[in-house]
């Protein structure tokens, strides 16, 4: 298992430092294939990454809302990536709350990911027949909460 959580780990670091965002096809089988789906500075209301103060704690969440279901009104103190599984899931809708009081909505469709801010009011939703299945990557610190709920 240990070897298993090396690889898994090494695949994910070579994935994450490669500027080149090509499918590397292998020349045999045997060779793993490393595909960047996503990368971003900025958070969906085009707000500057901020990482929290604190000892670095990274976190991995699986989410599968039902269908129908919704994550109230809330906000998360660190940087979040958010990727939506892409097979065997429904898509997400975000809606993000402006200082304005004015909502920005967007479908997230399955294989798609985006950016979560920090301290950005928002709930999302599935509005369609199948669960949506989301996986979630904070960039956290010890001890600081994940989610805070507004209502």
């Not at 060779?31 to 990454?49: C, M, R, W």
């Not at 000892?55 to 958010?82: D, F, N, S």
């Amino acid at each position: 298992m240990k070897h298993l959580i090396a690889l898994g780990t090494l695949a994910l670091a070579i994935a994450a430092c490669s500027p080149d965002k090509k499918i590397e096809t292998p020349d045999t089988s045997e060779k793993p294939v490393i595909q960047e789906i996503f990368t971003s500075s900025e958070t969906l209301n085009g707000t500057a990454l901020k990482y929290p103060a604190g000892q670095p704690e990274l976190r991995l969440y699986r989410v599968e809302i039902p269908a129908g279901g919704k994550i109230p009104l809330h906000t998360h103190p660190a940087p979040m990536m958010v990727y939506v599984q892409g097979v065997e899931s429904g898509s997400l809708l975000n809606t993000r709350l402006k200082p304005d009081g004015s909502e920005v909505k967007t479908v997230f469709k399955p294989g798609e990911a985006f950016v979560e801010g920090a301290n950005e009011p928002h709930f999302v939703e599935n509005t369609g027949d199948e669960p949506t299945i989301v996986w979630v990557t904070v960039a956290s610190a010890v001890g600081m909460p994940t989610t805070e709920f507004s209502e």
